[in-house]
């Protein structure tokens, strides 16, 4: 079977969205399954990125108010679309709600074949934070209305939680419905060196490590957590709030820590080499702290537990479908003075932390991504062999 993957996100462009296709594509091969994806061209990477077989890079410009990512031009899309032979496809994956969500179907439609897509971003917080003007009420109805009408247009969706799959169907959406996760690929459990981390950050031997990883943006509500830091350095005045990531939240963050007083104990680490650097990041963190409300999944989640960093965290939407009991997580309100408690405990209780620590070892080997390849391979059948109205929701 061949599939043809879209997206308008891609590596170098670190996120949840492109974590999943590349550890699909990798773990779908192996079930006889190949892919092409079709993604925006970053141009400063260009070189490195040529490295990749199945990818095919499209010419992009930039995004408003967003440096980080860029946006495919529909022209040259059209053109490298139209160039691919339709008869070599059996299926369009498609994952991003943009460019590629269009580009996409039509190319499925052009082809006679059925389109998919994963519902990867929810959308409608999304829409309030990057486009602020307009009014939170008319930013809802226009994301529910946009999501319906681009869901009516495949054959199925995938939700990557059962609560996303909930907010889906509370928006109408008839298309059918099915919940499968990423999943973590095997190399995310190889251990990760804390003190290479800690070497590389010029940090001190004896600051304890409260740290994020993730993309630094609005949405994240990574400034709740710089807020909830002030007091758990009023408990532990050895802690150092590590935020790994980059994204537009980030110059608002460090005056955000500027302000508070907070700059001797912020360290903002930017991107990682998620092979390297990345894993030692998770390696060296005694504390991983995640208070965003808008993931679909959230897999930093799972691959801080890989590397047996104590988990504490809210739960909101996709989160809630990892954060069960027995995960390795403590499982908080987002409410600062409960957080920070929280935090405390993990690092003044090493019997705590080395609990949370082999529950969470544990639990995150049992998010297979081979595993979740399996059922994708599945489900790519029955949409190839089955009418829309055949397919029930899983």
């Known amino acids: ?44 990477a260009e070189a490195a990125l040529a490295e990749e077989p199945g990818v095919l890079r499209v010419p992009s410009a930039g995004v408003p108010r967003d440096p980080e990512d860029r946006r495919m031009r529909w022209g040259a899309l059209t053109r490298a679309l139209d160039a691919l032979v339709p008869s070599a496809f059996d299926l369009v994956h498609i994952h991003t709600p943009f460019i590629a969500h269009y580009a996409g179907v039509r190319f499925a439609r052009r082809a006679g074949i059925p389109a ?6 929810f959308f409608e917080e999304y829409l309030h934070h990057y486009l602020p003007v307009l009014p939170r009420g008319v930013a809802r109805y226009l994301a529910r209305s946009f999501t319906r009408s681009q869901c009516d247009d ?56 409260v740290t994020y990883i993730g993309r630094v943006a609005h949405e994240k509500n990574i400034g709740f957590l ?17 935020i790994a990531g980059e994204g537009p939240a980030r110059t608002g963050l460090q005056s955000q820590v500027a302000s508070l007083g907070l700059s001797s104990h912020v360290h903002f680490a930017g991107y990682l080499d998620r092979d390297t650097a990345l894993l030692d990041c998770y390696a060296a963190a005694e504390a991983f702290v995640f208070a965003s ?35 390795g997580a403590l499982v908080v309100p987002e409410e600062q003075r409960a957080f920070a408690a929280a935090v405390v405990r993990v690092l003044e209780d090493p019997q705590l932390h080395e ?40």
């Open 293 to 327: 409300r808008t993931e679909t999944q959230g897999l930093v989640l799972l691959e801080a537990m890989a590397q047996g960093a104590p988990v504490v965290s809210t739960a909101e939407l996709g989160t809630r479908s990892i954060l069960v009991p027995g995960s």
């Open 226 to 242: 710089v807020q909830m830091f002030r007091e758990v350095l009023e408990r532990v005045p050895q802690a150092v709030l590590v």
């Open 355 to 394: 609990e949370l620590a082999q529950r969470g070892r544990t639990y995150a080997r049992s998010w297979s991504s081979a595993a979740m390849a399996g059922r994708l391979t599945e489900l790519y059948g029955t949409v190839r062999g089955a009418p829309a109205a055949a397919l029930g929701a899983a």
């Open 1 to 44: 079977m061949r599939v043809l993957f879209v997206s308008d996100v891609y590596f170098p462009r670190v996120n949840g969205v492109s974590t999943s296709i590349r550890t699909f594509r990798q773990d779908l091969a192996a079930h006889g399954v190949e892919t092409q994806l079709v993604a925006p061209r970053y141009e400063a």
């Open 116 to 121: 998919l897509a994963t519902y990867h971003t």
């Open 154 to 209: 495949v054959r199925a969706l995938i939700a990557p939680s059962e609560p996303m799959r909930a907010v889906l169907l509370e928006y109408g959406v008839t298309t059918p419905i099915h919940v499968l996760p990423t999943g973590l690929p095997a190399d995310r459990f190889r251990p990760g060196d804390a003190g290479a981390f800690r070497a590389r950050a010029g940090l001190a031997p004896e600051a304890r490590l």
